[in-house]
């Protein structure tokens, strides 16, 4: 069998959560280990490594080719507050806020402790602990208690990654907690694999939101399409 067919067969449909696909400790303990302290270009390259060559499973994290087009959106948005809902082991908290400038705060929200935990851990040897924020938290709690909570106006770039079935109802809090203002931006993983149709439909019919497909495959799965949404709010 080829190596894409195999890979395509060994591919579990529907997917499970994508918690399952990895064990997060696994690469954080990895880029621990092999990457500069202090150096977060050293702590994604090897976590790419691993995901491209060490991973038994899929890596959950946004890996590097959809990375890339992140890091284009950050530094097109320029953020002073930017968000996640999502954390998984920090890979993307470390992309974002490697990229924000000084005086800038990125706020990852994650529900699971463990998951918090790990995005601490390899924040810390990124050295960006200073301008992440690690939120232990339902999104879909904490999110209108931003303003509040955490002094936050607006939200200049949010990543969602918490699992297709959460982006919508996401999206709607953030909205209405009056975060999203003119030029902010929505960019969400996986809108192909696992899939997240309803909050397509959404976010391309919303008349305040101009949307793109960034088509492309899922991380480190070549074979595998997956894409990832850039929505900006008109205001
Ligand atoms: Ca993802």
Redesign the pocket.
């Known amino acids: 069998m080829a190596n894409a067919e195999k890979q395509n067969a060994e591919l579990i449909w529907p997917p499970p959560d994508?918690r399952e696909f990895e064990n997060p400790s696994l690469i954080v303990e990895y880029a621990e280990k092999n990457a500069k302290k202090g150096d977060p270009n050293d702590v994604l390259k090897a976590a790419d490594y691993y995901g491209w060559n060490l991973g038994k499973l899929r890596s959950?994290a946004?890996g590097d080719v959809k990375g890339k087009f992140v890091d284009e959106v950050v530094q097109d948005v320029n953020p002073t507050v930017a968000l996640e809902c999502g954390a998984w082991f920090g890979y993307s908290a470390v992309r974002i806020a490697r990229l924000m400038k000084p005086g800038s705060c990125f706020y990852s929200l994650e529900i699971d402790p463990i998951c918090a935990k790990l995005t601490e851990r390899l924040v810390k040897h990124a050295g960006l602990s200073d301008k992440v924020k690690v939120v232990l938290s339902d999104a879909h709690e904490v999110i209108p208690q931003l303003r509040d909570k955490y002094k936050i106006e607006k939200i200049d770039l949010a990543l969602l990654?918490n699992g297709c079935k959460h982006y919508k109802g996401n999206l709607i809090e953030m909205l209405d907690a009056g975060l999203l203002q003119k030029g902010s931006v929505v960019l969400s993983?996986?809108v192909l694999y696992p899939a997240a149709n309803d909050y397509r439909e959404f976010v391309q019919s919303h008349k305040r939101f101009e949307s793109t497909l960034f088509d492309t495959h899922l991380?480190y799965t070549p074979n595998v399409r997956d894409g990832m949404e850039k929505s900006t709010y008109l205001g």
Do not use: K, L
Request: aromatic residues 0%; negative net charge.
């Open positions: 994508e959950i946004i990654d993983d996986n991380q």
